[in-house]
């Protein structure tokens, strides 16, 4: 089954359960899953669909910090569920140290020596790391090392 039936299917288990916050979450990943359909006149691909996925965690990230910012833990508790439902259909994080190795390798082989040569590491190296990989996690570690 591809990604999008596993969501669909979590969707139907979540509202014959009554559960309003996987059902809310879900709800949301399908309509943005039919805007892009529409947008792009193409159906969507496992790839696309981790793409919509990765966005909406960054969204839910950069909110908890706002929260925590703003003193409003009741918020920072709710947006917290819905990341971790959101996790479940991303592929398995690699480390921070697996990435650093995969850099310093790229870096090696093509021979970069600064900061110029940031966009051709960071195409190589997000090639290689696919959805495995948070794209402002491996741009930090790129820039740490071309320096």
Do not use: C
């Not at 529409?38 to 969204?59: F, T």
């Not at 439902?85 to 870096?107: A, C, F, G, N, T």
């Not at 959805?131 to 570690?141: C, E, F, P, Q, S």
């Amino acid at each position: 089954m591809n990604l999008r039936g596993k969501i669909k299917n979590d969707l139907k288990d979540a509202m014959k359960s009554g559960d309003n916050i996987t059902r809310g979450v879900l709800r949301v990943l399908n309509s943005d899953f039919k805007n892009l359909e529409i947008d792009s006149k193409k159906e969507l691909l496992d790839d696309d669909i981790v793409k919509i996925i990765k966005k909406n965690i960054k969204s839910h990230k950069d909110s908890i910090e706002q929260y925590k910012k703003g003193n409003r833990e009741d918020l920072v508790i709710q947006e917290e569920k819905e990341l971790k439902i959101l996790e479940k259909y991303v592929p398995e994080q690699m480390s921070e140290d697996e990435i650093r190795k995969i850099v310093i390798d790229v870096i090696s082989k093509s021979e970069a020596v600064g900061a110029s040569d940031f966009g051709r590491v960071m195409g190589v190296v997000m090639k290689e790391v696919g959805n495995k990989a948070d794209g402002g996690l491996v741009g930090r570690i790129v820039k740490e090392k071309l320096k």
